[in-house]
């Protein structure tokens, strides 16, 4: 069932987005009945340790699950000023979405956030991440996708980052806070490849479609309760980023 919805997910996901009533109807209908359909977030303690803002912009790679609602949610972080859809994991050759999705490049769907650190640090991205974003005990998979481009991946792109995410994870699992074992890995060294046009800003440009309704705009409702000094309500998009820059 969940690679019938992974691979409904790859032959969607062109330049055109369109579905009949009925296949809606019978995507939406699975969708719900899938682990992922509007998941609660959990609210976590922040993290004890966190890295010194270092320049007016910093970076953090993240990779958890289908990257259309982890770009979707820090697009609505306040002190976010872009997050890109991309892969990270793998080779260039390899980072196109057709081949990611064999499972067999290295590569996971992942986001490449940029944010102000005098507005929000590195720990409090990897907070949110880790409350709202995805659920980070799911091994090589997140809700109804599975294999390893959907894992739960910190990219970190210095020592220091690497330091403060695995700190976090050890706080998190010592405190219990989630049912299971944190499964995310810390994979440092790793390129960032932005991914094709059609992917960026998905979740704003298609709200009704039923993936996204069903596993991804829940998340940014959880944002919204869990996070409201930092949730911004028009998102950060990649073409206005681009504008702006």
Known sequence: MTR???KAKRVAAGPVFWLSAA???AFGAWA???????EEGIKIPAP???APAQGNSEVAVLAGGCFWGVQGVFQH????????????????QTAQYNVVGSGATGHAEAVKVTFDPSKISYGRILQVYFSVAHDPTQLN?????????????????DAEQARVAKAYVAQLDKAKVFDAAIATTIEPGRAFYKAEDYHQDFLTLNPTYPYIVYNDLPKIENLKRLFPDRYRNDPMLVSEAKASN
């Open 23 to 25: 296949a809606a109807a």
């Open 48 to 50: 004890v340790l966190d």
């Open 141 to 157: 998979r997140q809700g109804p996708d599975t294999g390893t481009q959907y894992r739960s991946t910190i990219f970190p792109t």
């Open 77 to 92: 972080v306040e002190g976010v000023t872009n997050a890109v859809s991309g892969y990270a994991g793998g080779d260039k």
């Open 4 to 6: 019938e919805l992974s």
């Open 32 to 38: 719900l009945a899938t682990p992922s359909a509007a």
